[in-house]
């Protein structure tokens, strides 16, 4: 297939959206699109694995009072695979929001 199809008709736009997502998440145009190059299954499972070792480790561990390791980070994922000082700030301005909410209620502002 060419793009010179879509023109002609013999390739429709919604043929052409299939196609891009159907394209390994390494290609240059999914890389392009995506503003930075995304991870493949493998990529993930090095993770996965990696996040087990670093569990296991932990648990082996002699000091109980080590903090327990954070997930290794995924590209552009949000809640528990963040940095954990970006987690705690948020966490932090989420319940600065909920006390600035529950005095705004109490001081008969809001319902």
């Known amino acids: 297939?060419?793009?010179?199809?879509?023109?002609?008709?013999?390739l429709t736009w919604m043929e052409?959206?299939?196609l891009v997502r159907g394209l390994p998440p390494t290609?240059?145009?999914?890389?392009?699109?995506?503003?930075?190059?995304?991870?493949?299954?493998?990529?993930y499972?090095?993770?996965?694995?990696?996040d087990v070792l670093a569990s296991?480790?932990?648990q082996r561990g002699a000091?109980?009072?080590?903090?327990r390791p954070g997930p290794y980070p995924r590209p552009g994922a949000a809640g528990p695979h963040r940095d954990p000082a970006e987690r705690a700030a948020a966490l932090e301005a989420a319940r600065e929001r909920s006390r600035a909410h529950r005095r705004a209620v109490e001081a008969g502002h809001l319902t």
Request: charged share 25%; glycine share 4%.
């Open 1 to 10: 297939m060419r793009l010179a199809d879509l023109a002609t008709g013999r």
């Open 16 to 18: 052409l959206a299939a």
């Open 27 to 43: 290609s240059r145009l999914r890389t392009a699109l995506d503003g930075r190059p995304a991870w493949s299954q493998t990529d």
């Open 45 to 50: 499972l090095l993770a996965d694995i990696w």
């Open 56 to 58: 296991a480790n932990w």
């Open 63 to 67: 000091d109980k009072h080590t903090p």
